[in-house]
């Protein structure tokens, strides 16, 4: 059975996202990573709750993702409730983050570039906050629906 476009879509823009944001923190982590070198700081002190905010998190949910997008296209209902998860866990995550500010994650590093900085961290919660707003609400409204449901059942698991 072919997958509908809605799911195409969706599976594309899952796709194409996580591997963007794969891509940019690979980048931000590297250029953190040579900072640190190029002032002869030990790696060591990269290692803190912002590297967990900004690297490691992201990094488990756009892997995710990407499993999650091919699943899509072959319309495996696991990738379904995988879609639905990702339609909730990143925005609760990332608006609770933007909620109650742990200092430990924006606090500004004063000499330093650790990932991103005290304000610029709260610009890129809040604006990837926007972004996921929308998203999550088409998933959960696209992969809730008892039609979408039954097109995913119907599909054998291998």
């Known amino acids: 059975m ?10 594309a823009v899952l796709f194409v996202g996580s591997v963007l944001i794969l891509l ?5 982590f590297t ?13 060591s002190g990269i290692v803190n709750a912002r590297l967990f905010a900004y690297a490691v ?4 949910f756009s892997l995710l993702g990407v499993a999650t ?11 379904r409730k995988m879609a639905i998860f990702l339609s909730v866990a990143p ?3 990332c608006g609770l983050l933007l909620l109650l ?29 926007v972004i996921l707003i929308p998203v999550s609400v088409w998933w959960l409204i696209l992969f ?3 039609s979408m449901r039954s097109q995913f059942r119907s599909q054998k698991t291998l």
């Open 2 to 11: 072919k997958a509908p476009l809605s799911v195409v879509l969706a599976a």
């Open 91 to 93: 925005v609760t995550i």
């Open 101 to 129: 500010r742990p200092e430990a994650i924006f606090q500004p590093d004063v000499g330093a570039t650790i990932l991103v900085v005290g304000d610029l961290g709260i610009v890129v919660y809040a604006y990837m906050f």
């Open 24 to 28: 940019a923190i690979v980048l931000m």
């Open 31 to 43: 250029d953190a990573v040579e900072s640190y070198r190029i002032a002869g700081r030990p790696l």
């Open 57 to 60: 998190l992201p990094i488990s």
């Open 69 to 79: 997008s091919v699943g899509l296209f072959g319309l495996r209902e696991w990738a």
């Open 144 to 146: 809730t629906r008892e």
